[in-house]
């Protein structure tokens, strides 16, 4: 038995089609999940099954949904000053939720450092203040979304850190860098959100790190700051052998690009309880 995580990146606006929107994207995509007979299941629920917890038949095709990096579209409705009104994932949450009565719930990774998401807004974004932290928790009281770690500054680019590539993440390789990404972000998260709805979870920006980070510190120090697991962006659907600190995710429009290539993607996924 295996659970494909689905990541979709909401700041992914560069026209309204499914190849260059993932909010176009995430739509037809709930479509599909509700007429193949899929169910969409919490990251908790998934955790619960890897450790042991429950059986196989309550991950039965079933798929996790999550997205990156925590900007005004995973939440707000936008009107883009290029491609026109944008539904934020919670909107589309919320629609799938009223059309099939069934609750599709997401995991949003967010960038945890104010000062940093203020620069990404400028140099990522279009510089219109879509990128703050006042809607993480009435999302996370949604019953729809979950607020989780995606570190404190994502290491990024545009940052004055000398950092240029997307292969930065592995440069996070001592107990101190460790501490000011991840530590330092997921205290934020709980002095913000409170102690228990502080992000159990937590996304490697870029989808890479160093051996300290993945074998040493997150194995060790993880559990004592909070977290119970870690996510790469290795395309593999989640199996029980998978490492807790080490487990793989899809990403749209990356390892597919369009809603048929998902269907096929899930049809290699998991066969019928019974069968082999």
Not at 34 to 51: D, E, F, S, Y
Not at 261 to 267: G, K, R, S, V
Request: glycine residues 6%; contains cysteine; hydrophobic residues 35%.
């Amino acid at each position: 038995m295996s659970v494909p995580i689905l990541t979709y990146h909401a700041n992914n606006i560069n026209g309204n089609d499914y190849q260059s929107n993932d909010h176009v994207a995430l739509q037809a995509d709930l479509q599909l999940i509700h007429r193949l007979g899929w169910q969409v299941i919490t990251m908790n629920q998934l955790m619960a099954w890897h450790r042991g917890e429950a059986e196989d038949d309550a991950v039965h095709q079933a798929v996790v949904l999550t997205c990156d990096d925590g900007t005004w579209f995973d939440y707000y409705d936008v009107d883009h000053p290029f491609h026109g009104p944008q539904k934020g994932f919670l909107t589309l949450l919320q629609e799938h939720r009223q059309n099939t009565g069934q609750v599709a719930h997401m995991t949003n990774f967010v960038i945890v450092s104010p000062a940093a998401r203020t620069i990404l807004d400028e140099k990522c974004l279009i510089g219109q203040g879509w990128w703050t932290d006042e809607w993480w928790q009435p999302a996370q009281q949604s019953g729809l979304m979950s607020i989780a770690n995606h570190s404190w500054d994502h290491n990024h680019g545009v940052l004055d850190n000398q950092n240029h590539n997307d292969d930065s993440f592995r440069c996070i390789n001592d107990r101190a860098a460790c501490d000011q990404q991840i530590k330092q972000a997921q205290n934020h998260l709980q002095q913000l959100l409170g102690e228990r709805e502080g992000g159990a979870y937590f996304a490697y920006p870029y989808g890479n790190f160093s051996d300290y980070l993945r074998h040493e510190y997150l194995p060790k120090l993880g559990p004592e700051i909070g977290l119970q697991a870690a996510f790469t962006t290795v395309a593999e659907a989640v199996t029980r052998d998978h490492d807790r600190w080490e487990l793989p995710r899809f990403v749209c429009n990356n390892d597919w690009q369009h809603v048929d290539q998902l269907a096929a993607l899930l049809a290699t996924i998991q066969r019928p309880i019974g069968l082999t």
